[in-house]
């Protein structure tokens, strides 16, 4: 069992912060990427870091909640609460205010891209970029929210995660979990064009899916890890990030980051320290909020504006932490308030 006072929540409101820092730089037109890619010589960047925080802490928290669950159907309920309350209301607001930086010869209620927008974006693989006539002339053009096209990686993984309800209680479970996250990095690194045209039909990247697979099974992987001693858990910590940066210097970076980040972010993850590990008790969670209307909102910047990286960054983090607070007591915590709507009824 989990331990509810941790700092997983801490990690996600910084992961989505990342996101946003990134993100000022591409959608500003900026010609160089964030400090972290400069650092690191593009190896990776703060949104790398913040997309697969994401998924280890989700694969950790998702398989976890798959051994608890009721059944398949109490399973998908909660996932499905936690995803499309919130992506439906931002979707909603975006086609509802979207004529304020719209521009195009066609009025905008004949314009049927408008109408698309969010039963496509609401199938999760068959997402639409945009509405014509809105943000063509950012620097980033077209994508009204470039966020989202993790949502159906995401939900992948919930189905991957899902057939595994019928073993999940079988000794050999450990070692296909194990075999699962083996197999993700061998496709990622050697072969990540592997059945391409199949993804391709569900207009998801093969080499995405195994990489992100890889973050995501690992933390599953990571969920059998049970350090008793604290000394010991220090020095994987310190281990870990000295060979991550050892693999950044000399090239490896490739081959580590697969198994070093995962364990640098679960270990900190279920940790408790003081202040921090409150955060999800006094400000709620705020962190997919943050993560879905952070990008419209720096394309509404960019589009008024024209700002620099920095300054996009300055602006957007404290309007993006407000619609997240907002999203999260609004909508997400009031949805999430009927997730055990299949178990009480597996217990009738």
């Known amino acids: 069992m989990i331990s509810r006072i941790n700092n997983f929540d801490f990690l996600r409101f910084i992961f989505a912060s990342f996101v946003i820092i990134s993100h000022s730089y591409a959608l500003s037109g900026a ?115 470039g966020s989202l096209w993790t949502i159906c990686y995401e939900f992948s993984m919930y189905i991957m995660v899902s057939f595994l309800f019928f073993i999940r209680k079988k000794k050999f479970m450990k070692i296909v979990v194990i075999l699962l996250f083996i197999i993700s990095y061998a496709l990622t690194i050697f072969h990540p064009d592997f059945l391409f045209g199949v993804f391709r039909r569900m207009e998801l990247g093969s080499g995405s899916f195994y990489n992100l697979m890889c973050f995501f099974t690992a933390g599953m992987v990571l969920t059998y890890l049970d350090i008793k001693s604290k000394k010991t858990e220090n020095i994987l910590i310190i281990l870990s990030f000295i060979v991550l940066a050892l693999s950044i210097y000399m090239g490896f970076f490739i081959y580590a980051s697969y198994i070093t980040i995962p364990i640098l972010v679960i270990l900190l993850g279920k940790r408790s320290t003081q202040y921090i590990n409150r955060l999800g008790e006094v400000v709620g969670d705020t962190s997919y909020g943050i993560y879905i209307y952070s990008f419209p909102v720096q394309q509404t910047l960019m589009y008024f504006f024209k700002l620099d990286p920095v300054l996009l960054m300055i602006i957007t983090l404290p309007l993006s932490f407000m619609l997240g607070y907002i999203s999260w007591h609004l909508i997400e915590k009031k949805a999430l308030g009927y997730k055990d709507l299949f178990a009480k009824k597996a217990i009738q």
């Open 31 to 145: 010609t160089e990427g964030d400090i972290l890619s400069r650092i690191t010589k593009s190896q990776m960047n703060f949104s790398y870091v913040g997309v697969h925080g994401f998924f280890i802490i989700s694969g950790y928290l998702i398989f976890n909640s798959l051994l608890r669950c009721k059944g398949l159907a109490d399973y998908y309920w909660k996932r499905l609460l936690r995803l499309y309350p919130a992506l439906f209301v931002v979707l909603f607001l975006t086609v509802l205010l979207a004529p304020a930086v719209y521009e195009s010869s066609v009025p905008y209620l004949h314009n049927k891209s408008v109408y698309t927008y969010i039963p496509q974006n609401l199938t999760l693989f068959f997402r639409q970029k945009g509405i014509d006539g809105v943000f063509e002339n950012n620097p980033y053009k077209h994508s009204i929210n």
